[in-house]
């Protein structure tokens, strides 16, 4: 059974610091994507970050490049995504998901993760 969980949201100022974390079962082997999307009110589900699990470079979106780094620790089934300098429109409900895609294929686009967790809520204020 496919389970994400995400933990570590919460409320921080703007230009600070922020790690969340997505513990994940079901998936084995390395032949999978993983992303971080995010989902602020009124707004389209959009992506943030994904990676191929079996290695390679991670895709971000241009307006968290710079800002926001994505690891995934293999051997503790963990996607982390820490978030430095943040903005207020970086306020969201952050979701990790992941997919049985190819390698190459791992977009920001919702289109092949068939497994989402619950999001986590992201309050940046100013």
């Known amino acids: 059974q496919v389970q994400l969980q995400e933990s570590g949201g919460g409320s921080v100022q703007d230009g600070g610091s922020l790690k969340l974390s997505c513990a994940f079962s079901?998936?084995?082997?390395?032949?999978?994507?993983t992303a971080w999307f995010r989902q602020a009110p009124g707004k389209e589900r959009e992506g943030v970050a994904a990676?191929?699990?079996?290695?390679?470079?991670?895709v971000y979106a241009d307006s968290v490049k710079g800002r926001f780094t994505v690891t995934q620790d293999n051997a503790k089934s963990a996607l982390n995504l820490q978030m430095d300098m943040v903005r207020p429109e970086d306020t969201a409900m952050y979701y990790c998901?992941?997919?049985?895609?190819?390698?190459?294929?791992?977009?920001?686009?919702?289109?092949?993760?068939?497994?989402w967790g619950q999001g986590t809520q992201v309050t940046v204020s100013s």
């Open positions: 998901a992941a997919g049985y895609l190819r390698r190459g294929s791992c977009g920001l686009g919702v289109v092949g993760y068939s497994h």
């Open positions: 079901g998936y084995s082997g390395g032949g999978y994507c």
């Open positions: 990676r191929y699990a079996g290695g390679g470079p991670v």
